[in-house]
């Protein structure tokens, strides 16, 4: 994308879009060319408690609001953003590096979300328990648990940003979001998309230092809950941060995802449904499809097929015409992902890739398999987050479960197969929070999302999802000996 069609957005406090007040500022970076596109003005701590102070009241105001009327303003949010899917798409490609029409699809993928929330606004209801005396009334009764703060990252902005939004918005919470410094214009032009349907301050938006943020936002006593999607040692922090101020706090943390690829599976359409969503995003996508293990009689073809077919994915900027895959989003992404081929390659894994084919500025990375990788080697351990992949043989499915299971995370996981039993051992052992059988339709908006082990704690859409903004009060109501008489 041209620099001068891109603009560093401004923050949006107290139904203000303004520039940050803070010293600090963020370069946005082009990942397809290194070159920047613009600097984002950080906020200072005087811009946080302005939000802050902002969120109680707008917290007042939205549960107020009947659902029926959150659902439609919602929902005439989310028309305006599939209106503008191609403008954002722009600017998620710009500064994030992925293909128009990845960017596209989580434009559209962003408003579903969002969409489907609003509609389960109308849904949330709680229920009226027999009394234990004839003149009394017992009521369970699902309430917004009060002002969110939400930390969302680079990888997916929007539909990432958007679980938290939709979830927060609809459940009637006020919500503060702290968005990535690295992507921040995808993000804040969704944001004006909605806001424009919310009464001030209910949803607003901050760039920062990132500790500074969450510090401030997590100490302050008007939040009241939070959801964070990112890093391990991040959300571990986060998370000691929210039980010191016993806060509830929903953690998405990343996945290394197996895949199980059996015996009876037809290798070729196996690979071509995975290797596109392996490579999806250059490989930065929590559920990616990341530790291979197939039947040994399947091994070498499988090898074949999905270096055939990851070796022809056409790599260039996400702007450019059948870009299949695009750049890593940050130098350091690139720095990580070189660094974990060469030492899983000095531990012994073969290294499957077309050297020389990617363009040389900007953070390209080729479409890697390892094969034949050991099992201490630091890609069957470390989420790769990046467009590598690693391949194993197995000669039983029990030891394929234990080979998919030998992991700290436990996200996603995908299986193929025909056999009945063997979907049916598979979902009942298989340490994942969302399993495809056949396919790849781990995150859908209707379906909680969320991870096992230290991929996180608790769920992000779905029913679960909104439920992670409510808090369930009990009523128990006596009615008064004078009302009893008059009636
Ligand atoms: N689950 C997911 O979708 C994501 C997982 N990750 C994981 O993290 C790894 C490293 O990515 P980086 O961005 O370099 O990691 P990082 O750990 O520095 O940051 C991850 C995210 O957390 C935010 N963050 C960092 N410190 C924070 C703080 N004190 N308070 C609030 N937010 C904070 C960052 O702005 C970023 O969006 C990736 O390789 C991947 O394994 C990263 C992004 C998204
Ligand atoms: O990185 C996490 C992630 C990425 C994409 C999606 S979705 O397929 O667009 O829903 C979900 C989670």
Not at 258 to 276: F, G, H, K, W, Y
Request: hydrophobic letters at 45%; proline letters at 7%; aromatic letters at 6%.
């Amino acid at each position: 994308m041209s620099v001068a069609i891109y603009r560093c957005p401004e923050l949006l406090v107290a139904g203000r879009w303004r520039a940050g007040r803070g010293e600090g500022r963020h370069v946005v970076v082009d990942p397809a060319t290194a070159e920047p596109l613009g600097e984002l003005r950080l906020a200072s701590r005087a811009d946080l408690q302005e939000a802050l102070d902002c969120a109680g009241p707008a917290f007042e105001a939205w549960k107020a609001v009947p659902a029926h009327e959150r659902c439609a303003r919602l929902e005439r949010g989310v028309a305006r953003l599939r209106a503008r899917a191609d403008d954002i798409a722009a600017l998620l490609t710009a500064e994030q590096g992925k293909p128009l029409a990845e960017a596209r699809a989580e434009c559209l993928m962003a408003a579903d979300l969002i969409k489907w929330y609003a509609e389960e606004a109308r849904r949330v209801h709680g229920r009226v328990l027999p009394a234990r005396s004839a003149d009394a009334r017992m009521d369970v009764l699902k309430v917004p648990a009060g002002p969110v703060a939400a930390f969302s990252p680079w990888n997916f902005p929007l539909v990432l940003s958007a679980r938290k939004i939709g979830g927060a918005l609809a459940a009637g919470c006020s919500i503060i979001l702290k968005a990535a410094e690295e992507t921040p214009a995808s993000v804040a032009a969704m944001v004006a998309c909605l806001a424009e349907e919310l009464p001030e301050g209910v949803l607003q938006l901050v760039y920062g230092v990132p500790a500074e943020v969450s510090t401030a936002l997590i100490e302050s006593p008007v939040i009241r809950k939070l959801s964070f999607t990112g890093s391990v040692p991040v959300g571990r922090h986060l998370a000691q941060m929210a039980a010191a101020q016993l806060k509830r706090i929903t953690l998405e943390l990343g996945g290394h995802a197996p895949v199980i690829v059996c015996e009876d599976a037809d290798i070729e359409s196996t690979v071509a449904l995975m290797v596109p969503h392996k490579f999806r995003n250059a490989g930065q996508a929590c559920l990616a499809p990341t530790r291979f293990f197939v039947a040994r009689s399947r091994y070498a073809d499988f090898l074949e097929a999905f270096q055939a077919a990851a070796d022809d994915l056409r790599i260039g900027p996400g702007d450019a015409p059948g870009t299949q895959m695009g750049p890593l989003a940050q130098a350091r992404r690139l720095h990580a992902v070189q660094d974990l081929v060469a030492r899983s390659a000095a531990c012994g894994a073969r290294v499957l890739t077309r050297a020389g084919r990617v363009p040389e500025a900007g953070y390209f990375a080729a479409p890697t398999l390892l094969a034949d990788v050991p099992l201490d080697a630091p890609a069957m351990v470390e989420e790769p987050f990046g467009p590598v992949a690693c391949a194993l043989p197995f000669d039983s499915l029990d030891e394929a479960i234990a080979l998919a299971n030998r992991s700290d995370y436990g996200l996603a996981g995908y299986l193929f197969t025909d056999s009945a039993r063997t979907i049916q051992a598979v979902s009942q052992r298989l340490e994942v929070g969302s399993l495809a059988i056949n396919g790849i339709g781990v995150s859908v908006p209707e379906a909680p999302f969320g991870g096992l082990k230290a991929s996180g704690w608790g769920s992000e859409s779905g029913i679960e999802g909104m439920e992670a903004f409510l808090e369930t009060r009990f009523t128990h109501y006596s009615v008064p000996k004078d009302a009893r008489r008059q009636a």
